[in-house]
T-cell receptor, first 116, second 113 residues
């Protein structure tokens, strides 16, 4: 278990630029999540993959956000035309489908995005 | 949808016992989870209650009462390293919510010497 890996750890960008984040989940986990977290708040769900299929997407997610998980392994989250309101910590998490740990989410350390 | 409420802050002294409450509104859920997050760190799983009652894991215990839409996390023998944010979370059973874990806004626990 090497854990969930995210990169970069920090990203500073100018308003209007595109950014892409990468997540490498725990290898045997077929379920992958992206969350967004701002200071003093709990993680807010963005999207969910089961293997390579994106099965759930938050209604709060604008069309500037897109996520992929080719081949059901790593995932990328892209934000186009960034806005200052996009500044947040972007967290990736994965979980197994097999009991008894199937209700346990393993989080990466996140990518802190700052939009100037 | 789901909504969860927690106190925003709790303060206690080292060695004490503290209880962090979580009340929720949901049309149905698989169970109640608790996560710990230190400043600048990733949320880490603490406990999960699928059934009513108490689950104990070392110094931490978690409780669920479905009939009261209520749960709590109990931390005993508090240590300075327990200072962190604690989140309760549920995974709903209705379509559109079964695949996501919905988190409360978190309780910031401060442990004083």
């Amino acid at each position: 278990d090497t854990g969930v890996s995210q990169n970069p750890r920090h990203k500073i960008t100018k308003r209007g630029q595109n950014v892409t984040f990468r997540c490498d989940p725990i290898s045997e986990h077929n379920r992958l999540y992206w969350y967004r977290q701002t200071l003093g708040q709990g993680p807010e769900f963005l999207t969910y993959f089961q293997n390579e299929a994106q099965l759930e997407k938050s209604r709060l997610l604008s069309d500037r956000f897109s996520a992929e998980r080719p081949k059901g392994s790593f995932s990328t989250l892209e934000i186009q035309r960034t806005e200052q309101g996009d500044s947040a910590m972007y967290l990736c998490a994965s979980r197994s489908a097999r009991p008894p740990t199937n209700e346990k989410l393993f989080f990466g350390s996140g990518t802190q995005l700052s939009v100037l | 949808g789901q909504s969860l409420e927690q106190p925003s802050e709790v303060t206690a002294v080292e060695g004490a016992i503290v209880q962090i409450n979580c009340t929720y509104q949901t049309s149905g859920f698989y169970g109640l989870s608790w996560y710990q997050q230190h400043d600048g760190g990733a949320p880490t799983f603490l406990s999960y209650n699928a059934l009513d009652g108490l689950e104990e894991t070392g110094r931490f215990s978690s409780f669920l009462s479905r009939s009261d839409s209520y749960g709590y996390l109990l931390l005993q023998e508090l240590q300075m390293k327990d200072s962190a944010s604690y989140f309760c979370a549920v995974r709903g059973i209705s379509s559109g919510s079964a695949r996501q874990l919905t988190f409360g806004s978190g309780t910031q626990l401060t442990v004083l010497p």
